[in-house]
């Protein structure tokens, strides 16, 4: 591969044109993953009445999803360390390829969720082989922090995007569009991704470590679950229980596994460094707090302003520019003043602007503070979240990317699926009566919680983070 560098450090220190298609292959590829989270959530009702599917269980559309995304993408992370990124990206995007096809065909409720488990599936796989393959093409530095800036703010607008591009295919075309879409992308990827992206692999294998594989897999598998059922059934309800349970069993038995086995899934000496830890923490905060916002403030829209799906969708096109602006800002805020101090700037101005929503009102004049505070939060939102990247990816061997890359994949899936249980929990606890009054009562309930969350949370990471760089 053709790079510049310099004579004295030997590395790339300007994109050439072989790496910026390098970029934007795998950066397209993230991108149509991070639209696939939310690009159904307004189709489901038309779903449900064009393939018969009982009401209560439209949610299974979405959690089949995210139980394969999250659930497995751990153990994907690492046999793509073992086994090879680039192979594992592309076998992950032909699943996905194929999957979007089945879905979009799909004539009864079980082939859908079939093809929403396989997306999951490709997603577990795809997603920390592609960031993966971003970081080791890009050495640490200038050029890594670039690639993660773009990569996060499309990775983050793409779940606005979703929202938005799937109320208009449903409406203008059909919501089997929503599957169709990512069909020609994945092909294009695949079609020309072999010929620029190298192959990157250890050149000795370790034996698999089993056991750590099934105690993780299946404990983030119970611990999505458990989430997800709180939505729909409760806290309290034995449908959220029981898996919770489970998960806090597997996973404290996944460390004791991974403290005995020779070569662990993720040896711990990893998991205990303050970057890889206290980096996670804050993007597990970033992700729940602005995925969960865009859900309260879809309410707030519908519910109390009476907007229609689409208009509510295309609302959040301020918020899809502010994760650009912020994108495109991080690398070089991050390169003059470090990751923590990025991470706290970013989360002052998250909680300060979703503070800021607690002044909405009843009347459609309201709009205007909604989208002013969604931009300025959302650009808040994203230089977290490219911290988050920088650091809890940096100081590690190239091996270990795909494991930390992984464990980011993993903080970022779980932090989307948190979210919207959680603060929709908040504010329907705080709902009392009936009208408008009393949602919108619920809801500013729940966007305090939000912005005490973002505060606490990147404030104590931030500050972490600081005192390990002295």
């Keep these: 591969m053709s790079v510049a560098v310099t004579p004295s450090a030997g590395t790339p220190t300007a994109l050439t044109p072989r790496l910026r298609l390098v970029l934007v292959l795998l950066l397209a ?21 064009g393939l018969g599917f009982p009401l209560a269980h439209l949610q299974w559309i979405g959690t089949s999803f995210a139980l394969c995304a999250a659930g497995f993408t751990l153990l994907f992370g690492r046999v793509a360390d073992l086994f090879g990124r680039r192979r594992i990206f592309l076998g992950g995007l032909v699943v996905l390829a194929a999957a979007s096809l089945a879905g979009g065909l799909a004539q009864s409720p079980g082939m859908l969720i079939a093809a929403r488990v396989c997306q999951g599936l490709a997603t577990a796989a795809v997603t920390p082989a592609g960031l993966s393959l971003l970081t ?10 670039k690639a993660l800036g773009l990569n996060g703010a499309l990775m983050s607008a793409g779940f606005t995007t979703g929202a938005i591009l799937g109320g208009l295919l449903t409406d203008l075309l059909s919501w089997r569009w929503s599957f169709f879409v990512n069909v020609p992308v994945a092909l294009a990827v695949l079609l020309v991704a072999p010929a620029v992206i190298a192959e990157s692999r250890p050149e000795e294998r370790p034996k698999l470590d089993v056991p750590g594989a099934v105690t993780v897999t299946f404990g983030l598998l119970a611990v999505v679950l458990g989430l997800t059922q709180a939505g729909e059934h409760g806290w309290g309800a034995p449908a959220t229980l029981v898996p919770l349970a489970a998960g806090a069993v597997l996973l404290p038995a996944f460390l004791a596994v991974e403290r005995r086995v020779p070569a662990p899934l993720v040896p711990l000496d990893v998991l205990g460094k303050r970057s890889v830890a206290w980096g996670n923490v804050v993007g597990l905060v970033a992700f729940l707090t602005e995925t969960s916002l865009v859900f309260l403030l879809t309410l707030y829209l519908q519910e109390v302003l009476g907007f229609s799906p689409s208009a509510a969708g295309l609302s959040f096109g301020v918020l899809g520019a502010g994760t650009v602006v912020g994108g495109s800002v991080a690398p070089r805020l991050i390169g003059r003043f470090g990751a923590p101090r990025a991470i706290l700037a970013g989360g002052l101005v998250q909680a300060l602007f979703t503070a800021a929503l607690l002044g909405l009102g009843t009347g459609r004049s309201s709009l205007w503070l909604l989208l002013a505070a969604t931009f300025a939060g959302g650009v808040g939102n994203m230089l977290v979240i490219v911290g988050f990247m920088v650091t809890a990816t940096s100081g590690l061997a190239d091996h270990e990317q795909g494991l930390a890359t992984g464990l980011t994949t993993m903080t970022q899936q779980i932090g989307i699926t948190m979210g919207t249980p959680v603060m929709s929990a908040v504010a329907t606890a705080a709902v009392s009566g009936t009208g408008a009054v009393a949602v919108l009562g619920g809801l500013r309930t729940a966007i305090a919680v939000n912005a005490a969350v973002v505060l606490l949370g990147t404030l104590t990471g931030g500050l972490f983070l600081r005192r390990g760089t002295r």
């Design 29 to 49: 590829a993230q991108f149509m993953l991070a639209v696939d989270f939310s690009i159904l959530n307004v189709a489901l009702p038309v779903i449900g009445a």
């Design 136 to 145: 080791t093409s890009f050495p640490q530095g200038p050029l890594r922090e």
